[in-house]
Nanobody, 115 residues
């Protein structure tokens, strides 16, 4: 069993910052990829950012230059530093890890950007 525990969501004003964390525990032999996805009301879940075990990162165009993904391999933890937040960033953010051949999801954490 693999468990993901997310933290760091909340309410922030436009232009503000938040840092999300996701710690993985359980039967983890080797994590290939870690990432963050988000789902806004009435919309499909979309990729925000991913980071491979090699350190290679990928970002959605909408967050490039504002969000930074990082990981601590020793702690099996992935972070998402979010800056210059916009109202359109409001969504439930989900952590995802890929431990081949399986994929695991966190429970989600709400991020609300509003004045």
């Amino acid at each position: 069993q693999v468990q993901l525990v997310e933290s760091g969501g909340g309410l922030v004003q436009p232009g503000g910052s938040l840092r999300l964390s996701c710690a993985a525990s359980g039967s983890i032999a080797s994590i290939f990829a870690m990432g963050w996805y988000r789902q806004a009301p009435g919309k499909q879940r979309e990729l925000v950012a991913t980071i491979l075990s090699s350190g290679l990162t990928n970002y959605a165009d909408s967050v490039k230059g504002r969000f930074t993904i990082s990981r601590d391999n020793a702690k099996n933890t992935v972070y998402l530093q979010m800056t210059s937040l916009k109202p359109e960033d409001t969504a439930v953010y989900y952590c995802n890890i890929v431990v081949p051949p399986s994929s695991y999801w966190g429970q989600g954490t709400q991020v609300t950007v509003s004045s």
